[in-house]
């Protein structure tokens, strides 16, 4: 079965350094999503894309965040000065269409920022 | 955007049927209800869909009453690997996909 991959799967880094989470989408999705989880709380989202652009945003994913295509496959998110409350579970899911179909999710990549 | 209410927690022995109720009272015409599982450090797992009337695969089953303000997850015969965080979320579609956005979710325990 065709799953979302996620690297790394644990990331850890000095505040106000960048770092970039990549994914690999199911190769015949079309919207792609990027999710965080601080431990302990719900899952919230950050950002949708599609057809190379952000589709829409919350008021989480602010300038420090970008996402990008940069082939393919890949799909990242990158976060240009990260803060000590940026270390979550971020969670990328990917889906075939729009409308209600479903979203799988990656297996998560741990972002430690110390 | 439909909010949703499901119980924080429950406990079930293995072996029973586990059904956890979830309210949406402002859920709207366009939104399908979908429930995933979530086990620690894991992305959130798709159980099941639907829309109204019931919906039944390998997993599990959803029931949606014709108002469809709320909905209930059946998990036939639980296992203690059923121990996870169930969330049910209401989409919005929006733009072309579905918006989803996730609650607190029901922390399910499975006893020995």
């Known amino acids: 079965e065709p799953e979302v991959t996620q690297t790394p799967s644990h990331q850890v880094t000095q505040m106000g350094q960048e770092v970039i989470l990549r994914c690999v989408p199911i190769?015949?999705?079309?919207?792609f999503y990027w999710y965080r989880q601080i431990l302990g709380q719900k899952v919230e989202f950050l950002v949708s894309?599609?057809?190379?652009?952000?589709?829409?945003k919350s008021e989480i994913f602010d300038d420090q965040f970008s996402v990008e295509r940069p082939d393919g496959s890949n799909f990242t998110l990158k976060i240009r000065s990260t803060k000590l409350e940026d270390s979550a579970m971020y969670f990328c899911?990917?889906?075939?269409?729009?409308?209600?179909?479903?979203?799988?999710f990656g297996p998560g990549t741990r972002l430690t920022v110390l | 955007l439909a909010k949703t209410t499901q119980p924080i927690s429950m406990d079930s022995y293995e072996g029973q049927e586990v059904n956890i109720t979830c309210s949406h009272n402002?859920?709207?015409?366009?939104?399908?209800i979908t429930w995933y599982q979530q086990f620690p450090s894991q992305g959130p797992r798709f159980i099941i869909q639907?829309?109204?009337t019931k919906v039944t695969n390998e997993v599990a089953s959803l029931f949606i009453p014709a108002d469809r303000k709320s909905s209930t997850l059946s998990l036939p015969r639980v296992s203690l690997s059923d121990t996870a965080v169930y969330y049910c979320?209401?989409?919005?579609?929006?733009?072309?996909?579905?918006?989803?956005?996730f609650g607190t979710g029901t922390k399910l325990q499975v006893i020995p």
């Open positions: 894309f599609y057809n190379n652009e952000i589709s829409e």
């Open positions: 402002n859920i709207a015409t366009n939104d399908y």
């Open positions: 979320l209401v989409g919005e579609e929006s733009g072309g996909y579905q918006k989803v956005t």
């Open positions: 190769s015949n999705h079309l919207y």
């Open positions: 639907g829309y109204k």
């Open positions: 899911a990917s889906s075939e269409g729009g409308d209600a179909d479903t979203q799988y």
